[in-house]
């Protein structure tokens, strides 16, 4: 059985930083893209980053400069670490990660979610 476990929420003051970790366990041939979502309350769940196998990576528009992503493959685990962090930031942040859980087949997960509040 996959679990997805997150870590590393919190509040923080406008311009603070955070470090978000998710952790993958269980039985799989081998990770895929690992990424981050996040959603505010009343809006639609939206990418923040993603890093795919290759090490390529992509961020929406209104965290570039500021957000950075990274994966320790040893460790099974996804970081987003997020400077500058504004009010517009607050929201829950969910790890999502594409598992090869067969050869060829590919299953997404999704972890619990962690809120991310960003207020003087």
């Known amino acids: 059985q996959v679990q997805l476990v997150e870590s590393g929420g919190g509040l923080v003051q406008p311009g603070g930083s955070l470090r978000l970790s998710c952790v993958v366990s269980?039985?799989?041939?081998?990770?895929?893209?690992m990424g981050w979502y996040r959603q505010a309350p009343g809006k639609q769940r939206e990418l923040v980053a993603v890093?795919?196998?290759?090490?390529?990576?992509n961020f929406a528009d209104s965290v570039k400069g500021r957000f950075t992503i990274s994966r320790d493959i040893a460790k099974n685990t996804v970081h987003l670490q997020m400077n500058s962090l504004k009010p517009v930031d607050t929201a829950v942040y969910y790890c999502?990660?594409?598992?090869?859980?067969?050869?060829?087949?590919?299953?997404?997960?999704w972890g619990q979610g962690t809120q991310v509040t960003v207020s003087s």
């Open positions: 890093i795919r196998s290759g090490g390529s990576t």
């Open positions: 999502n990660i594409d598992l090869e859980v067969a050869p060829y087949q590919l299953v997404r997960y």
């Open positions: 269980g039985s799989f041939y081998s990770i895929n893209t």
